[in-house]
């Protein structure tokens, strides 16, 4: 039985797609009327919440219980972030966006091992995967891809930038220039996630900040040269 309250591990979290409003709404009222019908998910030997973070914020906004949680025993890291990935993809109401991400960290997970394999380890290959998730090996690459591109931006630019990418408003072209455009200049990318932060889009504003650099060059270039 677990006894302390559950961990929030702030790299496990934000691989979680968030509730819509009003699906945050209907589980808080379904929490109020009924309390907590689906038992937290924890790692045994860490504590660290895997499944129910939205049920246990919302228990700890309302000071309710939570229950028993359920305890699944992991023998690394690794092994329980693949697991929350997994059980992440098995939601019914998953973004395709949000889908095609958790896809590609689960192939980048799988490709990524050297060596010696982990005591106990159970790392599903490509068709494996594939033939899991119902899609084929192709879309598989491509969405390792898409799941690197968007890592890569939200190195650069932040972790906030990710939920916007992957909302289903960006294109897919538009992900990966963003990425190109992070992994040359940091600080270009986070010029771009302050003015999407603000409402205006990926697209546009890739274009108006890339549009600002070339007017600032051109400010300075024209500036004369001091007086010796």
Known sequence: VCIMPPKIDAEFAKLLPPLSPEELAELEASILHEGVREALVVW???GILLDGHNRYALVNKHDLPYGTPRELSFGSRAEARRWLIRNQLGRRNLKPDWASYLRGLDVRETERP????EKGSQIATLSEIAERE???EDTLRRDAKFAEAVDAVAEAAGDEIRETLLSGSV???DVTRYAEVAKDDPEKAKAVAAKAKEGTKVKVALREV????RQAELTQSAE???DL
């Open 134 to 136: 119902g899609v084929s």
């Open 224 to 226: 004369p040269a001091p």
């Open 210 to 213: 890339e549009r600002e650099e």
């Open 44 to 46: 045994q030997e860490t």
């Open 171 to 173: 294109a897919r072209g």
């Open 114 to 117: 050297t060596g010696r394999p």
